[in-house]
């Protein structure tokens, strides 16, 4: 069973800043099966990311995804204030099972 | 407009049993694979089981299998995760979620139904 470790578990950024969140699965994985979701509190998580580098329907184009082999990254250019919340990294089904990472806090410094 | 609605929900003893049905809308449900995904109090989220379109191929997360079916009724545009043996550490929300038959992801998630094993 593959094992996603995503870091840090808390980044403080200032609105307008860059944030780059990381996601390390514990073998190799496809490209195909790595997914980033957004989580606010009180709602169901948003697919941001598809396909390591794929953008969701209605995603800002502030957010981009990048990667491969075990190292997978988030990367939002700006951060605008709605951005803040928990980020998930996800690997869908390498062993027909799917696996979140502990997720990441983006919160306001 | 695609709509998941979640339900049966609750207050249950440990070891006791629970079903919950999820209700979808706005797409051919048989088309596309379902998850049941949780996320405990303050904890992240956690993937609990899926199931393709014609339900003849379900997986479970290891923490549940054996416990947890995952079944779907097309019919009814219904799926159902039923939770037998249930423990304290199953207390989570849980969401329903679709997946997309052109990538790998959860486009479309339910609401979440509340689930807590208490006694």
């Given at each position: 069973e593959i094992v996603v470790t995503q870091s840090p578990g808390t980044l403080s950024l200032s609105p307008g800043e860059r944030a780059t969140l990381s996601c390390r699965a514990s073998r190799g994985v496809s490209t195909t099966y790595i997914g980033w979701y957004q989580q606010k509190p009180g709602q169901a998580p948003r697919l941001l990311?598809?396909?390591?580098s794929s953008r969701a329907t209605g995603v800002p184009d502030r957010f981009s995804g990048s990667g491969s082999g075990t190292d997978f990254t988030l990367s939002i250019s700006r951060l605008e204030p709605e951005d803040f919340a928990v980020y998930y990294c996800q690997e869908y089904g390498t062993s027909q099972s799917v696996t979140f990472g502990q997720g990441t806090r983006l919160e306001i410094k | 407009e695609v709509r998941l609605v979640e339900s049966g929900g609750g207050l249950i003893h440990p070891g006791g049993s629970l079903r919950l049905s999820c209700a979808a809308s706005?797409?051919?449900?048989?088309n596309y694979w379902m998850h049941w995904v949780r996320q405990g109090p303050g904890k992240g989220l956690e993937w609990v089981s899926r199931i393709n379109g014609i339900g003849s191929n379900t997986s479970y997360a290891t923490s549940v299998r054996g416990r947890f079916t995952i079944s779907r009724d097309n019919a009814k545009n219904t799926l159902y995760l039923q939770m037998n043996n249930l423990r304290t550490e199953d207390t989570a929300v849980y969401y329903c979620a679709r997946g997309d038959p052109s990538f790998w992801g959860l486009p479309y998630w339910g609401q979440g139904v509340l689930v807590t094993v208490s006694s």
């Amino acid at each position: 069973e593959i094992v996603v470790t995503q870091s840090p578990g808390t980044l403080s950024l200032s609105p307008g800043e860059r944030a780059t969140l990381s996601c390390r699965a514990s073998r190799g994985v496809s490209t195909t099966y790595i997914g980033w979701y957004q989580q606010k509190p009180g709602q169901a998580p948003r697919l941001l990311i598809y396909g390591v580098s794929s953008r969701a329907t209605g995603v800002p184009d502030r957010f981009s995804g990048s990667g491969s082999g075990t190292d997978f990254t988030l990367s939002i250019s700006r951060l605008e204030p709605e951005d803040f919340a928990v980020y998930y990294c996800q690997e869908y089904g390498t062993s027909q099972s799917v696996t979140f990472g502990q997720g990441t806090r983006l919160e306001i410094k | 407009e695609v709509r998941l609605v979640e339900s049966g929900g609750g207050l249950i003893h440990p070891g006791g049993s629970l079903r919950l049905s999820c209700a979808a809308s706005g797409f051919t449900l048989r088309n596309y694979w379902m998850h049941w995904v949780r996320q405990g109090p303050g904890k992240g989220l956690e993937w609990v089981s899926r199931i393709n379109g014609i339900g003849s191929n379900t997986s479970y997360a290891t923490s549940v299998r054996g416990r947890f079916t995952i079944s779907r009724d097309n019919a009814k545009n219904t799926l159902y995760l039923q939770m037998n043996n249930l423990r304290t550490e199953d207390t989570a929300v849980y969401y329903c979620a679709r997946g997309d038959p052109s990538f790998w992801g959860l486009p479309y998630w339910g609401q979440g139904v509340l689930v807590t094993v208490s006694s």
